[in-house]
């Protein structure tokens, strides 16, 4: 079974401190990775994703990916209370017709004012 | 406004009452998923389609059906639903198999 995983959490940062996310995953041959943020009980919402070792910046957030250590995580700069929300992680495995994304478990994040 | 919509939203039902959710997207995708999320499990595929006409099971379809006949739909059946379904729904869809994903507001299902 092709895992990934995530801690639970929660995690608590101070606003305007950095969150650093992070997630492995065991399918060393997967491809892409993809950041999702959840609100509670609302449905998940993109945030990045990156293909390529090494850092991809957008605004506030930054997705690093180390293939090599089956690694990838995600800063969040200067946080914000509205960051406050569970980051799941999603790779896509390698091969097969599905090219099926897995997901984390997810992180709860808690951003304090 | 590019979307993903789900109908119903929240549904209370009994066991054995066939039901159906809608999933609709207009933004021309061709794959689509449909996936539970449960507390402790995350979220787990059901099934997908990668095209009208092309379905496949994922990780947990049983109890579940599908079809696409229609690009943009993609309904989940329960034709007898049991306790054991009930979850969050979310359909998802993207351009191609291989591109980002984009979820639905969500179908929260209680099975009494």
């Known amino acids: 079974q092709k895992e990934v995983e995530q801690n639970s959490g929660p995690l608590s940062v101070p606003e305007g401190a950095i969150a650093s996310l992070n997630c492995t995953y065991s399918?060393?041959?997967?491809?892409?990775f993809f950041w999702y943020r959840q609100y509670s009980g609302k449905s998940p919402e993109l945030i990045m994703f990156?293909?390529?070792?090494g850092d991809k910046e957008d605004g506030r957030f930054t997705a690093q990916l180390n293939k090599a250590s089956q690694y990838v995580s995600l800063l969040i700069r200067d946080s914000q209370p509205s960051d406050s929300a569970t980051y799941l992680c999603?790779?896509?495995?390698?091969?097969?017709?599905?090219?099926?994304?897995?997901f984390g478990k997810g992180t709860l994040l808690t951003v304090n004012p | 406004e590019a979307q993903v919509t789900q109908n119903p939203r929240y549904l209370i039902t009994v066991t054995g009452k066939k039901l159906t959710v809608t999933c609709s997207q207009n933004m021309n995708h061709e794959y689509m998923s449909w996936y539970r999320q449960d507390p402790g499990l995350g979220l787990r595929q059901i099934y997908y389609s990668m095209n009208v006409e092309v379905t496949d099971k994922g990780d947990v379809p049983e109890g579940y059906k599908v079809s696409r006949k229609e690009k943009r739909n993609f309904p989940l059946i329960l034709e007898s639903p049991s306790p054991n379904q009930t979850s969050l729904y979310f359909c998802a869809s993207s351009l191609r198999r291989t591109n980002e994903q984009f979820f639905g507001p969500g179908t929260r299902l209680t099975v009494l």
């Open positions: 999603a790779v896509r495995q390698s091969g097969g017709s599905n090219y099926k994304l897995t």
């Open positions: 990156i293909y390529s070792n």
């Open positions: 399918d060393r041959g997967s491809q892409s």
